[in-house]
């Protein structure tokens, strides 16, 4: 069945530090993948998206994510991490054809940053 | 409008009481989709429209809920007999016809069941 897994329910990096939230995905054809943000008290929030072509994908608010078929992951990165980032993320995978069109959400990484 | 919008932003009901929660999406997006977050069930598909019809309307709970949208534009969830195991936000999201878009999502309505 398809599948998304974040396995960090709650992560917390330092201002200007490095993040990597981790996504794991399973999907039996070339999976459409998305990433989300959302504030509190707010609706989510496209970062990036993944259909085809460059495994590495640019996306708002200088988010990154790779796309690793091998390893089945779409991992979001971003170099340095503001205050302001601190969120929930949401990793998705589109499931579609014939009669259906639906994200399938991962159950988020909480993100807390310390100043 | 700029954005999906979604109203109330706020609903406390009475159990057993029905609810509307109403969906106006972005202007020209043929597909709209409601789901549900809630504390320890993540976020939940329920239905999904292209144009009037729901091709999917897989993940309504029970037969208490109901959607429906007109004019290709708005739509309106239904909750009939509220329970309290409905506490939750509901969340309406609309998108281009296609697979190469990702989904603009709106603010919620967060739904109490006193």
């Known amino acids: 069945a398809q599948s998304v897994t974040q396995p960090d329910i709650h992560i917390t990096v330092s201002e200007g530090a490095s993040l990597e939230l981790r996504c794991n995905y399973s999907?039996?054809?070339?999976?459409?993948l998305f990433w989300y943000v959302q504030s509190p008290g707010q609706g989510l929030q496209l970062l990036l998206k993944y259909f085809s072509g460059d495994t590495l994908v640019q996306g708002i608010k200088g988010f990154e994510a790779e796309f690793k078929r091998s390893q089945s992951s779409f991992n979001l990165r971003k170099p340095s991490v503001h205050w302001s980032d601190a969120a929930e993320y949401f990793c998705a995978v589109l499931l579609y054809g014939g009669a259906t069109n639906k994200l399938i959400f991962g159950t988020g990484t909480l993100l807390a940053v310390q100043p | 409008g700029a954005g999906v919008s979604q109203s109330p932003s706020n609903k406390v009901t009475e159990k057993g009481k029905d609810v509307e929660l109403r969906c106006d999406p972005i202007?020209?997006?043929?597909?709209l989709y409601w789901y549900r977050q809630s504390l320890g069930q993540g976020l939940e598909f329920l239905i999904y429209f292209q144009g009037n019809s729901a091709p999917d309307k897989s993940g309504l709970p029970s037969d208490r809920f109901s959607a429906e949208r007109t004019g290709g534009s708005v739509s309106t969830l239904t909750i009939q007999r509220t329970q309290q195991e409905d506490s939750a936000v509901y969340l309406c999201?609309?998108?281009?016809?296609?697979?190469?878009?990702?989904?603009?999502f709106g603010s919620g309505t967060r739904l109490t069941v006193v």
């Open positions: 999907y039996g054809a070339t999976p459409y």
């Open positions: 202007s020209g997006h043929t597909a």
């Open positions: 999201a609309s998108s281009p016809s296609g697979q190469n878009y990702g989904y603009t």
